[in-house]
């Protein structure tokens, strides 16, 4: 199948970036948790999550639009790149003011004990990391999948130096982190405009067409982007609104743990996105998108199984004895990850060959409605253990549902989506087959 020729390349090329990023970032993880210990961790990581959480509740569809109408070639680069400098310059001056215009309110609530500059650090990143989104999606759209993970291990690497130097050549604390994390981004924004700019020339001019064709797509499935997001998050401020910034650091920790399982998956998700998006029958996108989840679930329960014991000895190791209390809640995390990591798999093939982003998004409600109600539950009592079980419980019932789901408009069991086949394992001698192609020529001679 000739959709399947580039999937493995650009799976190798990206697991091995991706290695060296996931590294890379967790070091540079470490030293930030390590080092501002945990209440000033908790408000670290409110400030990052306001920043993601606003450029996922304000990306308007626009990431998921920009890949699948460049993967089927609809738009052009120039006139794609415009229309998201553009949407995400608005959505950035939007959300200041209404920070702003609110910023009373929100210190006496879900950023209370937070210093009001930092917040307003966060959202005023907000252009720059939407319009790194938006750039992350072209790319994907153009199947430029090796460029964009050379781009990211830049990013990783900058942030390391960075972070580095603020906390510990000049020991800034607090400030010298969120400095640190804003600078990167603000960098990394403008080599990707560099970059993008030199392959098609952004031309100052807004194709209305494609703009409202882009958005009215997008908003399809962002209505869902929305609700995920919502269950995604609202844990952490809840709990900063209930318990403070510490148990935020507590949880923070685990979060970031079981998160990076998914981003083992990023390789997987980038090569195989631009194949489904624009496979020529749904046949054939059935045929990757089953393949690929089997692998994902597989693989994340493997990992899955094997952290869970380990947990306390590896957060000891890590981050130090101060942040055991965040094992518990990474073990019941462990638990739901695993069906994230397939539904980012099987939201590309609902989206772009099924064509039910509607449906999905009332799905991803369903489940921001059983969150939020099993949050205001949980926490208050149970602190970080209670945010985690809010969670994994979330994922349990979405996934269930999601199963359901697909078996009845697609015909795909959950055997075929989740239990992988003996013929399955034919696919890592593959992968290993092609790890030779890019072993340099005088190794391979050695070795012979």
């Known amino acids: 199948m000739d959709n399947l020729t580039s999937i493995p390349k650009n799976t190798i090329i990206g697991f091995a970036i991706n290695l060296i990023i996931f590294a890379i970032g967790a070091l540079t993880n470490i030293l930030i948790v390590r080092i501002l210990g945990p209440k000033d961790q908790g408000i670290y990581f409110m400030v990052v ?39 995400a310059v608005s959505i950035g001056g939007i959300c200041i003011a209404l920070y702003l215009g609110s910023q009373s309110a929100l210190e006496f609530t879900i950023f209370q004990g937070i210093d009001p500059l930092y917040v307003l650090s966060g959202i005023a990143l907000v252009p720059f990391t939407l319009y790194m989104f938006f750039w992350n999606s072209i790319m994907v759209g153009l ?81 869902g982007g929305i609700a995920g997001y919502i269950w995604l998050r609202l844990d952490a401020f809840l709990l900063n609104m209930y318990h403070g910034a510490i148990a935020v650091g507590y949880y923070s920790v685990a979060v970031n743990l079981t998160e990076m399982l998914w981003r083992f998956m990023q390789p997987f998700y980038n090569a195989i996105t631009p194949k ?12 990757l998108t089953t393949k690929v989840t089997r692998h994902v679930f597989f693989i994340l329960s ?6 869970a014991p380990l947990s306390p000895l590896l957060i000891r190791f890590l981050y130090g004895s101060e942040y055991l209390p965040a094992y518990k809640p990474m073990i019941i995390l462990l638990v739901g990850t695993v069906g994230i990591g397939v ?15 509607g449906f999905l998004s009332f799905l991803a409600w369903i489940n921001a409605i059983i969150n939020i109600a099993l949050c205001f539950v949980l926490i208050p009592r149970y602190v970080a253990v209670g945010a985690a079980m809010a969670s994994t419980l979330t994922y349990i ?14 015909g795909l069991t959950p055997s075929m989506l989740l239990f992988i086949k003996r013929g399955d394992f034919s696919d890592y001698l593959n992968v290993f087959a092609n790890i030779r192609q890019f072993v340099p020529f005088f190794v391979r001679r050695k070795a012979l």
Request: hydrophobic share 55%; charged share 10%; with cysteine.
């Open 49 to 87: 999550t306001v920043n993601y959480m606003i450029v996922s509740l304000g990306n308007m569809g626009l990431g998921i639009a920009n890949t699948t109408f460049l993967a089927q070639k609809k738009h052009s680069i120039s006139d794609t790149h415009f229309n998201s400098i553009i949407t």
């Open 143 to 223: 199947n430029a999948i090796i460029l964009l993970n050379k781009i990211l291990l830049v990013q990783t690497l900058l942030s390391f130096l960075l972070v580095f130097a603020a906390l510990i050549a000049f020991k800034l604390g607090i400030n010298g982190a969120i400095g640190a994390w804003v600078l990167a981004n603000t960098i990394s924004a403008a080599i990707m405009f560099y970059l993008l700019h030199r392959i098609d020339k952004v031309k100052i001019s807004v194709n209305y067409s494609a703009f409202k064709e882009s958005i009215f797509f997008g908003l399809k499935s962002h209505v």
């Open 276 to 287: 489904i998006a624009g496979a020529a029958t749904r046949q054939e996108s059935e045929v």
């Open 302 to 307: 493997v990992v899955a199984i094997v952290l």
């Open 343 to 357: 539904a980012m798999i099987t939201s590309v093939y609902f989206v772009c060959q099924l064509k039910r982003p």
């Open 397 to 410: 019932i979405g996934f269930l549902i999601l199963l359901i789901v697909l078996k009845t408009i697609s």
